[in-house]
T-cell receptor
Framework: IAGITQAPTSQILAAGRRMTLRCTQD?????MYWYRQDLGLGLRLIHY???????GKGEVPDGYSVSRANTDDFPLTLASAVPSQTSVYFC????????????????FGEGSRLTVL | GQNIDQPTEMTATEGAIVQINCTYQ??????LFWYQQHAGEAPTFLSY??LDGLEEKGRFSSFLSRSKGYSYLLLKELQMKDSASYLC??????????WGAGTKLIIKP
C-alpha cells in the first residue's frame, strides 16, 4: 500500500543520546515535512523540504536536523536528545509545495512516539 | 501573532448533528483545512476551503467566512466511528500551516 512509513514506532531514549527518526514515502511527492504533536498544542513544524536536495526550518527547528538526499527519504536527527523533545513526531508529504497547484493536502505517517528520560 | 482557536472537547449523540467551530488570525490567508485524527493514529485530510461558503462532502460539510476569520465543520448523522479529534489549520501568506490544538469529539450512543 502506497504511503509514508515511519520508524521506529516508539522509542525510549536517554538524554544526551543521538537519535534518527526515519521517514520514507513511495508516492513520489516533492514536499516533505516533520511535525511534532504535544498534548494541548497544535502540530508544530520542525523542518521541511520542498524538493530533494533542499531543506528549510519550520517553527521549532532547534535541536533537530534533516537531510533530503533523494525524493523518498527524509530522516530527522536529534543530535543530543533532551527531555523537552519527548513528543509524537509525524512525517508528512504533499505532491507539490503547499499552496501551489494543489489544495495542500498532507499525507501523514503513523507517527513515532519518542520519550527522552 | 498567528493563532487558531477551537474548542478543546465536545460531546454529541449518535445520529445527531454537531458543529465544530474554528477562528483564526493569520498573516495573510491561503486557505483553511480540516483534518480528522483518531486516537493514536495519523491525521487524515477532510476538507479545504479558500472561498467563502459551504463545501459539502457526504456527511461532512465545511464553511468559511474570510471576513470573520471563521470556519466550522459540520458532521451529520453521527456515527460512533466519528469519535476523534478534529484539527483546524489555516495557511498563511507564506503557505505555512498554522494548526489549532484540535477538538476532541466524543460520540455517545
Amino acid at each position: 500500500i502506497a504511503g509514508i512509513t515511519q520508524a521506529p514506532t516508539s522509542q525510549i531514549l536517554a538524554a544526551g543520546r543521538r537519535m534518527t527518526l526515519r521517514c520514507t514515502q513511495d508516492m513520489r511527492h516533492n514536499a516533505m515535512y516533520w511535525y511534532r504533536q504535544d498534548l494541548g498544542l497544535g502540530l508544530r513544524l520542525i523542518h521541511y523540504s520542498n524538493t530533494a536536495g533542499t531543506t528549510g526550518k519550520g517553527e521549532v527547528p532547534d535541536g533537530y536536523s534533516v537531510s533530503r538526499a533523494n525524493t523518498d527519504d527524509f530522516p530527522l536527527t536529534l543530535a543530543s536528545a533532551v527531555p523537552s523533545q519527548t513528543s509524537v513526531y509525524f512525517c508528512a508529504s504533499s505532491d507539490s509545495i503547499l499552496g501551489q497547484e494543489n489544495t495542500g493536502e498532507l499525507f501523514f505517517g503513523e507517527g513515532s512516539r519518542l520519550t527522552v528520560l | 501573532g498567528q493563532n487558531i482557536d477551537q474548542p478543546t472537547e465536545m460531546t454529541a449523540t449518535e445520529g445527531a448533528i454537531v458543529q465544530i467551530n474554528c477562528t483564526y488570525q493569520t498573516s495573510g490567508f491561503n486557505g483553511l483545512f480540516w483534518y480528522q485524527q483518531h486516537a493514536g493514529e495519523a491525521p487524515t485530510f477532510l476538507s479545504y476551503n479558500v472561498l467563502d461558503g459551504l463545501e459539502e462532502k457526504g456527511r461532512f460539510s465545511s464553511f468559511l467566512s474570510r471576513s470573520k476569520g471563521y470556519s466550522y465543520l459540520l458532521l451529520k448523522e453521527l456515527q460512533m466511528k466519528d469519535s476523534a479529534s478534529y484539527l483546524c489549520a489555516a495557511m498563511d501568506s507564506n503557505y505555512q500551516l498554522i494548526w489549532g490544538a484540535g477538538t476532541k469529539l466524543i460520540i455517545k450512543p
